[in-house]
């Protein structure tokens, strides 16, 4: 299957912001269809216009899923509103305004919505009373820092076509657990890369159960109860698997061991106190990384990517180009806050710094055109398996991912209780 010419980017500017990005996909499936006709002489695809949006469920809503795969309507990012497999035609829909906050300059990202108030307002009353009354997840003192975190915005944002707000419930617990676990083992709460590897261990078998003997499964449940992160991997994991088909819950815990496997590679450079290569880094980052959040879109949107799709390597491919690109927007966001942390944190523009001997600055912009790499290889990889695979299923699936790469530098990007950026420009 060919591979089609990358797309070509697209400044932050103003004007950029007219023409922010809609028609990516189809444009670039267009023009991987057209590579694969000439060689194989195969009918063309041709996608339509997108759609208007859709009236969002209210928040209580406990409509069930579709019944059929469909493609619905989401942020105007790659994949989200250009794949189509009717022939119908329908006006575009406005082109979003700029994001709130302040974009890193050169980045290569596409505006999208601000998520619907209603929808955040719930999902944040929920989130709350999970953390605070089920699983007895923070002390007091940290509430201010979880309510700065604003999971319910971020969610909402990257899970447009969530059919009910318990659907999006089921990303918004994951990712409250993934960040205790991150906070409270590795880094701002008592973590430590000493033993690291025992309490991921031990707070895996939290998602990925233990079978043993009569005699010592008693010890096993007792511990998942031990501390906060085990507390809320425990519930979030038992909320997904009830929504979840047994492929979908046994992909997550798949994804989740990447990730635990990236955090050891990083301990593993603090106790050495070495800088990594920067492919190293690279690798280590394609595992510690936001994958476990994007897989599950097709869950949270009340359907499923069947697992033999979802296993071709040409869907693996997107779906780690996708964390691989999300993770370095953290790494660029999140630089002044973990400057400010005692010792050495490594993120991309640190390691560049280090081992490609540039200023402070220059690494900088140099992860930035990562990046911009990244989501331009994500963007012509995922129209080209589009092209090639028009299953609803698969295309409704990257939609979904791609929804998730815009909304996640859309939290980034607002997020200025968290995150302000360095004075390169």
Known sequence: MPVPDPTPAQPNVPEAAVHPGVHVLAEAAARALGLAIAATGGPALVPSPPRPPATPAAPDAATPPPPTPHLPHGPS?????????????????????????????????????????????????????????????????????????????YMVGCHPDAPTVDHLMLATRLMVAENAVDDCYCEDHGGSPVGLGERLLLAHTALDPLHTTTEYAGGWARSLHADAPRRAYRSAMEHFAKAATASQADRLRHDMARLHLGYLAEAAWALEERVPEVWEYLAMRQFNNFRPCPT??????????????????????????????????????????????????????????EREDLSERDAYLKAVEVHNDLMHTFESEAAALAAACPVPSVQRFLRGVAAWVDGNHRWHCTNTYRYTLPDFW
């Open 77 to 153: 990012g790659l994949g989200t509103s250009g794949l189509r497999l009717t022939t119908a035609t329908a006006p575009a829909p406005p082109p979003p305004a700029q994001p709130a906050g302040r974009p890193i300059p050169g980045l290569y990202f596409h505006p999208v919505p601000e998520p619907d108030p209603v929808r955040v307002a719930e999902v944040s009353r929920r989130i709350k009373d999970w953390a605070m009354d089920e699983i007895d997840l923070y002390p007091d003192d940290w509430e201010e820092e979880f309510d700065g975190f604003s999971v319910a915005g």
């Open 296 to 353: 599950i879109t097709d869950t949270v949107g009340g359907y499923e990517l069947p697992a033999d799709l979802h296993a071709q390597p040409a869907m693996q491919r997107v779906i780690a180009l996708a964390g691989n690109a999300t993770t370095i927007v953290n790494d660029l966001y999140s630089y002044t806050k973990e400057l400010d942390a005692p010792g050495i944190h490594l993120n991309l523009p640190v390691v560049l710094a």
